[in-house]
């Protein structure tokens, strides 16, 4: 039952009386107050409730190249605040207190200032060794006669029971995972956010809504500049525009003409809210149902993306069970190819500088609004590995890492591996020619000339391989624009039929160990 403010208090911090408190611990996948058990448990308990984020040093760390990029922070602390904001209205009349550090020891510390007896927060699914740490903390939280409870809520499924359908074993190919879905049955329902008669916390009328502890930092004191930011703000971090998109998401998505080229710019799209847990998957499940039964193109779409989204469970399945899945050394599920180190061709690729506009305008769409459509993720995956440039998935992932709004460890890595040919097995080994797969795709070139300023005024029918237009029929200015634009870094011929030769001799090996998809 909602109960009455001040509290009945129950202990002292440095001579204050302090009731008992109930924390729920926000995680950086997990901003929402919609289908999250969680919370849900949190504020149904008896007591004074309290809401944390924290920043945790790790979320910058572990990067060869500066950690995840404005827009990935934009869109993070956006949803901080859409979450405060949510938080501050009724029946909640709670602030989210941001706080700096590592978990390990900020959580402690919190037991003791605000006596909590119980902290809720959704399960880490990320990577094993993510799950070891959310173990540490439920042994220090009861340490301190906190009780620590977790939710697993970032996926359809719990994995631990699609692990136990499979006789104790993880599926370790999407066809053995595919086979269990007549046992997995239907996903749960997305959980509703409570009824405001049905909460237990104590929370204060709301002309006393405290000030949080922590505020929520700006970009500028994270050392970033919002300039670029806001000039590419496609994508508003938050719950509150994660519902909004989702209320008309199946029409909107299902009116898009069925052509990639429409797909490529696309802003309509759900993936960074479901990175940062702003929506939840079963709610997105729940919808794409209902939107089924309405017509064919429903059903249509429900079947692609739930596809889609049964990938998305598949990557988290066997990521978190799998120790230094994101790497290549100690990953006993990625073949261990002899990737090259060329400098030269690592920095033509991270800024957008190989020559071939296809590529380049791939590469700098990702850097300018941080997300990209699968069909060119999968383009600028093939060139830089297996298909011509023979530079490791691991490069290509950690560049992801920072600049997609995105971006989910599981999923990237397996799509890299999958990708570079060097896991995950498909028989589907395409060549992607740089230049074929642009015109296919992007016929006029107006993609590459969104991207690519350096062609904007360029003749369509050369945009794709502006080296093939002769100075006898290139106007002056064409010309011009050409020189500002880099030159091929490779032969694609040459150096593809030598990826190849490569790929082919890898592919036995790649079939002995997963079995033909
Ligand atoms: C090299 C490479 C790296 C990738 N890295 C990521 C990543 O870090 N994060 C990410 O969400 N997707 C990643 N993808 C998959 C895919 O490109 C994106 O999920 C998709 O483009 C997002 O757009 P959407 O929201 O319109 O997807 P939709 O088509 O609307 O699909 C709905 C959701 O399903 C999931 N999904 C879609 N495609 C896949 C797939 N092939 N595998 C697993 N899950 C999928 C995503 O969560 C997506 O939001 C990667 C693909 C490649 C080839």
């Given at each position: 039952m909602?109960?009455?403010?001040?509290l009945?208090?129950?202990?002292?911090?440095?001579?204050?009386?302090?009731?008992d408190t109930?924390?729920?611990?926000?995680?950086?996948?997990?901003?929402?107050?919609?289908?999250?058990?969680?919370?849900?448990?949190?504020?149904k308990?008896?007591?004074?409730?309290?809401a944390?984020?924290?920043?945790?040093?790790?979320?910058?760390?572990?990067?060869?190249?500066?950690g995840?990029?404005?827009?990935?922070?934009r869109f993070?602390?956006?949803?901080?605040?859409?979450?405060?904001?949510?938080?501050q209205?009724k029946?909640?009349?709670?602030?989210l207190?941001v706080l700096y550090?590592q978990?390990?020891m900020?959580?402690?510390?919190?037991?003791k200032?605000?006596n909590?007896?119980?902290?809720?927060?959704?399960?880490?699914?990320?990577?094993s060794?993510s799950?070891k740490?959310?173990?540490?903390?439920?042994?220090?939280s009861?340490?301190q006669?906190?009780?620590?409870?977790s939710?697993?809520?970032?996926?359809l499924?719990?994995?631990?029971?699609?692990?136990?359908?499979?006789?104790?074993r993880?599926?370790?190919?999407?066809?053995e995972?595919?086979?269990l879905?007549p046992l997995?049955?239907?996903p749960?329902?997305?959980i509703p956010?409570?009824h405001?008669?049905?909460?237990c916390?104590?929370?204060?009328?709301?002309?006393?809504v405290?000030?949080?502890e922590?505020?929520i930092?700006?970009?500028?004191?994270?050392?970033l500049?919002?300039e670029?930011?806001?000039?590419t703000?496609?994508?508003?971090?938050?719950?509150t525009?994660?519902?909004?998109?989702?209320?008309s998401?199946?029409?909107r998505?299902a009116?898009?003409?069925?052509e990639?080229?429409?797909w490529?710019?696309s802003?309509d799209?759900?993936s960074?809210y479901?990175?940062?847990?702003?929506?939840?998957?079963?709610q997105?499940?729940?919808q794409?149902?209902?939107?089924?039964?309405?017509?064919?193109?429903?059903?249509?779409?429900?079947?692609?993306?739930?596809?889609?989204?049964?990938?998305r469970?598949?990557a988290?399945?066997?990521?978190?069970?799998?120790?230094?899945?994101?790497?290549?050394?100690?990953?006993s599920?990625c073949?261990?190819?002899?990737?090259?180190?060329?400098?030269?061709?690592?920095?033509?690729?991270r800024n957008?500088?190989?020559?071939y506009?296809w590529?380049?305008?791939?590469?700098?769409?990702?850097?300018?609004?941080?997300?990209?459509?699968?069909?060119?993720?999968?383009s600028?995956?093939?060139?830089?590995?297996r298909?011509?440039?023979?530079i490791?998935?691991?490069?290509?992932?950690e560049?992801f890492?920072?600049?997609?709004i995105?971006f989910?460890?599981?999923?990237?890595?397996?799509c890299?591996?999958?990708?570079s040919?060097s896991?995950?097995?498909?028989?589907q080994?395409?060549?992607?020619?740089?230049?074929l797969?642009?015109k296919?795709?992007d016929?006029?070139?107006?993609?590459?000339?969104t991207?690519?300023?350096?062609?904007?005024?360029f003749?369509?029918?050369y945009?794709?391989?502006?080296w093939?237009?002769s100075?006898?029929?290139?106007?002056a200015?064409?010309?011009?624009?050409?020189e500002?634009?880099?030159?091929?870094?490779?032969?694609?011929?040459?150096?593809?039929?030598l990826c190849?030769?490569?790929v082919?001799s890898?592919?036995?090996?790649?079939?002995?160990?997963?079995?033909?998809e």
């Amino acid at each position: 039952m909602h109960c009455n403010y001040p509290l009945a208090t129950q202990t002292t911090f440095q001579g204050q009386s302090i009731p008992d408190t109930t924390v729920h611990w926000f995680r950086l996948d997990a901003l929402r107050l919609h289908d999250n058990p969680a919370f849900v448990d949190a504020v149904k308990t008896d007591g004074n409730f309290k809401a944390v984020f924290i920043i945790d040093p790790w979320f910058n760390a572990n990067y060869n190249n500066g950690g995840p990029q404005v827009n990935v922070w934009r869109f993070l602390l956006e949803a901080l605040h859409d979450l405060d904001s949510r938080l501050q209205k009724k029946p909640y009349c709670a602030r989210l207190n941001v706080l700096y550090g590592q978990p390990t020891m900020i959580l402690p510390e919190l037991y003791k200032k605000w006596n909590v007896k119980k902290i809720t927060f959704q399960a880490s699914q990320v990577s094993s060794e993510s799950m070891k740490h959310d173990g540490i903390i439920k042994i220090l939280s009861e340490q301190q006669n906190v009780q620590a409870v977790s939710y697993f809520s970032h996926t359809l499924y719990d994995p631990a029971n699609v692990i136990a359908l499979n006789n104790g074993r993880v599926p370790l190919s999407y066809k053995e995972f595919r086979r269990l879905m007549p046992l997995m049955g239907k996903p749960a329902s997305p959980i509703p956010e409570p009824h405001p008669m049905s909460l237990c916390m104590k929370a204060p009328p709301s002309e006393l809504v405290p000030e949080p502890e922590g505020k929520i930092p700006k970009l500028q004191d994270l050392g970033l500049s919002d300039e670029f930011a806001l000039y590419t703000n496609s994508w508003v971090g938050g719950e509150t525009e994660a519902l909004s998109r989702l209320s008309s998401f199946c029409s909107r998505r299902a009116a898009i003409p069925n052509e990639p080229v429409h797909w490529l710019m696309s802003k309509d799209t759900l993936s960074p809210y479901i990175k940062f847990g702003c929506l939840s998957v079963r709610q997105l499940f729940s919808q794409l149902l209902q939107f089924a039964s309405t017509s064919s193109k429903g059903q249509e779409l429900f079947e692609l993306l739930t596809k889609n989204l049964l990938l998305r469970e598949f990557a988290f399945l066997v990521g978190s069970s799998s120790p230094k899945f994101d790497v290549m050394e100690g990953n006993s599920l990625c073949i261990q190819l002899p990737w090259e180190s060329n400098n030269v061709f690592i920095q033509a690729f991270r800024n957008g500088q190989t020559g071939y506009p296809w590529i380049d305008a791939i590469i700098r769409q990702i850097r300018q609004d941080g997300w990209a459509h699968f069909l060119a993720r999968q383009s600028i995956a093939v060139f830089l590995t297996r298909g011509y440039l023979w530079i490791s998935w691991v490069l290509g992932k950690e560049f992801f890492q920072e600049f997609m709004i995105d971006f989910e460890l599981p999923v990237s890595s397996v799509c890299w591996m999958q990708s570079s040919c060097s896991g995950f097995f498909c028989t589907q080994i395409e060549s992607y020619d740089p230049c074929l797969v642009g015109k296919q795709i992007d016929t006029d070139g107006h993609y590459i000339k969104t991207y690519v300023p350096e062609l904007k005024d360029f003749p369509s029918e050369y945009v794709h391989q502006p080296w093939k237009c002769s100075s006898l029929h290139t106007e002056a200015s064409w010309l011009c624009d050409r020189e500002q634009y880099p030159k091929p870094i490779i032969d694609v011929c040459k150096q593809g039929e030598l990826c190849c030769k490569r790929v082919q001799s890898i592919m036995k090996a790649l079939a002995d160990v997963y079995g033909v998809e």
